[in-house]
């Protein structure tokens, strides 16, 4: 048997986080079933479903992973048990979004979907331009499940005009996952 844990870890860029966390998850026979990983703004997010076996306590985990935090210098690990749950509907449409940068567009955006029962199955932002006129890019995938896509992008090009953004829905191409 084997106890789930969520674990996520973040610190400036620089190879080996990867090879030392997962090192450390193998050393203790641990499993790494799903993972996202990213550079934010120069910092390297870490986000991890991992199966270790039960026999290992969550103590040994986390000092093992507070040894990688200190040698790699990283600003954070974290460890949590997680139970073992479905998977939730998958990704149908991709929302794009992008506009000048200001405060609330993701708050906004996700308020919307959240109103409809639309579950995001993966988000991404950037912001780009220059220093006199940032641009903000936000990707969404998103489960519309039983929902209109028509009216989901009336409703989003509404929110549009509003916050003064460009949106676009489109169906996921399901040969692209």
Avoid: C, K, W
Wanted: negative net charge; hydrophobic residues 45%; charged residues 25%.
């Amino acid at each position: 048997m084997s106890d789930l844990y969520a674990l996520s870890a973040i610190g400036r860029d620089r190879p080996g986080i990867v090879a030392a966390i997962t090192a450390e998850l193998l050393d203790l026979q641990g499993n790494v079933e799903d993972s996202q990983m990213a550079i934010l703004r120069g910092h390297f997010a870490v986000m991890l479903i991992v199966a270790v076996p039960d026999e290992v306590p969550r103590s040994e985990l986390e000092a093992r992973l507070d040894r990688v935090r200190t040698e790699l210098e990283l600003e954070a690990v974290a460890v949590s048990p997680v139970q073992q749950v479905g998977g939730g509907p998958p990704a149908s449409h991709v929302l794009s979004v992008y506009g000048g940068d200001h405060p609330g567009i993701v708050a906004s955006v996700s308020s919307l979907l959240a109103e409809r029962g639309i579950s995001i199955t993966g988000l991404e932002t950037r912001l780009g331009g220059g220093a006199e006129r940032p641009v903000y890019v936000m990707l969404m995938e998103i489960a519309l499940g039983d929902g209109d896509a028509a009216d989901l992008e009336s409703a989003l090009e509404s929110l549009g005009r509003e916050e003064g953004l460009e949106v676009s829905l489109r169906q996921l191409d399901a040969g692209a996952l």
